[in-house]
């Protein structure tokens, strides 16, 4: 059972990012799925959160209108569309499944000039 985080890296303000965590081991169709991010000297933060059809979507106020969570159950993924970022959203990113009680690896985010 496990979530693999993909897709951070080095960004500039205002650029734009696709993350991607593919999960294995449970069934991912019938599962939500969400977003969490940690920045440095923080604790983690709720980001984005999608029900298992992928038609309900919840965004944390600092990102609406910003950043768009999908899925593709075919391929048990789930992604996060980051655009429009702010150096703010530097964090490591992190999908999480709350059935399971599971966390992937994180994938880090920089956005800077």
């Known amino acids: 059972v496990q979530l693999v985080e993909s897709g951070g890296g080095l960004v500039q303000p205002g650029g734009s990012l696709r993350l991607s965590c593919a999960a294995a081991?449970?069934?991912?169709?019938?599962?939500?799925m969400s977003w969490y991010r940690q920045a440095p000297g923080k604790g983690r933060e709720f980001v984005a959160r999608i029900n298992s059809a992928g038609a309900i979507t919840t965004y944390a106020q600092s990102v609406k209108g910003r950043f768009t969570i999908s899925r593709d159950n075919a391929l048990n993924t789930v992604f996060l569309q980051m655009n429009s970022l702010k150096p703010e959203d530097t964090a490591v990113y992190f999908c999480f499944n709350s059935v399971r009680n599971i966390w992937g690896q994180g994938t880090r985010v920089t956005v800077s000039s």
């Open positions: 081991g449970f069934t991912f169709s019938t599962s939500d």
